[in-house]
């Protein structure tokens, strides 16, 4: 639930699946850039959830950025075939670090794989408003010079 939260406080459009089988059926109705997996879901663990989209002819798209959630990363992702299916993992506690590393990851992937993305709708504006910040804009501009 919190990266779901912290990812539409980002600006970013988000999905919350509240089982492993509700996921995989987001999977066969819609194309995600990233997928985040917590190893304890109900009904199916991440682990099972990962196998089954990575396998499961109706997902949309097998090969999208999925990223499991764990409290222990050695415990269960060291089985060789959890490795290959998985891009990356996060051990709890998740900061807004990793949380933003992670979708960086996820955009680097999918333009990669030739996948076109859309501009972040949070942030139309610049990031620094250089026309209200006279003195900045004069100090860069002679930085620049």
Not at 68 to 80: C, R
Request: with cysteine; charged share 20%; net charge neutral.
């Amino acid at each position: 639930m919190l990266p779901h939260k912290c990812y539409k406080k980002l600006g970013h459009q988000s999905v919350l699946a509240h089982d492993g089988q509700q996921a995989l059926t987001l999977g066969t109705q819609q194309i995600f850039d990233l997928v985040l997996l917590d190893f304890r879901m109900p009904h199916l663990s991440g682990l099972q959830t990962l196998q089954a989209w990575r396998t499961t002819p109706a997902i949309l798209d097998p090969d999208c950025f999925i990223v499991l959630l764990t409290a222990n990363a050695l415990v269960h992702i060291q089985e060789p075939t959890t490795q290959e299916q998985i891009n990356d993992y996060l051990i709890k506690p998740i900061t807004w670090d990793k949380l933003t590393s992670v979708i960086n990851q996820a955009c680097a992937w999918q333009i990669q794989r030739g996948v076109e993305l859309l501009p972040n709708a949070a942030f139309k504006k610049p990031i620094i408003a250089i026309d209200e910040q006279p003195q900045l804009k004069k100090r860069l501009h002679d930085t620049l010079q």
